[in-house]
């Protein structure tokens, strides 16, 4: 978490590894994704271990003490009818001893910097797919986060000021870029030379170091372009 905002810094997380296979939970008032995520568990490689889904954390805190297996991951929905969010419920949830990864359709700046600041290890949007959702309940059980890319773009937002304006061609050539394999690839894609691609990469990836915010491979220039709303996962 070193170098986010503070805003989006948790308490001080533990480390600790939990024991495997993690127990988890699922707090969420929608029941289809109750039934879906105890579906992942049980059929995930290796096994996860489902111990039940509770429709709001009264209902969960209320009901863990009784639990036959304590779940060490608790993955949390916070939204609330008319666009709140219940940190406060997802707070609890923390102080009561559970590591919480946040899955939500509704995930604003407010929705990620309210849900990090009362604890929460990780924050998935729920178009994400299901071994991303997998992968940051492990991630949990080992005390680490493991984000979403357009949730770790929004944490390490820039400032407004320091944006990087593209030429249309670099923003055509940067979108085929991230969607190809090689340079090869874009090149033919765009009908030009792969030296004219790689002297707008070149340029692109120049820009970004005179910002501040150097963008050396191919996964940094994703997530520099989400920054800037050059692009989102869609495009992808």
């Known amino acids: 978490m070193r ?6 810094r ?20 929608h029941e ?8 992942w568990c049980r059929t995930a490689q290796p096994a996860t271990r489902y111990v039940r889904g509770f ?19 608790v993955i949390v929905d916070p939204a609330l009818p008319g666009g709140d969010i219940d940190v406060g419920g997802l ?13 939500s359709a509704v995930m604003t700046d407010r ?23 997998l992968a940051a309940l492990r991630a949990a059980g080992a005390g680490l986060a493991c984000h979403g890319i357009d949730e770790h773009a929004r944490m390490v937002e820039p400032q407004r000021g320091r944006r990087v304006r ?25 009908s030009i030379s792969p030296a004219t691609v790689r002297t707008h990469l070149a340029r692109i990836r120049a820009k970004y170091a005179a910002a501040g915010r150097p963008a050396a491979t191919k996964a940094a220039l994703v997530a520099r372009a989400i920054q800037d709303r050059l692009m989102s996962l869609d495009d992808l």
């Open 166 to 190: 593209l030429a249309p061609r670099e923003h055509q050539i940067l979108i085929a870029w991230l969607r190809a394999e090689t340079r090869d690839d874009v090149a033919r894609e765009l």
């Open 91 to 103: 707070g609890r949830i923390v102080a009561a001893g559970h590591r919480v990864v946040v899955y």
């Open 3 to 8: 170098g986010l905002p503070a805003a989006y």
């Open 32 to 39: 289809a994704i109750r039934t879906a995520v105890e579906l």
């Open 55 to 73: 429709s709001s954390a009264d209902r969960f805190l209320a009901a863990s003490g009784r639990l036959a297996a304590p779940p060490g991951v």
């Open 111 to 133: 929705t990620i910097a309210g849900s990090m600041r009362h604890g929460a290890l990780t924050c998935l949007m729920k178009s994400e797919d299901r071994q991303h959702l």
């Open 10 to 29: 948790p308490p001080a997380p533990t480390t600790r590894p939990l024991p495997l296979p993690c127990a988890i939970a699922v707090v969420d008032p």
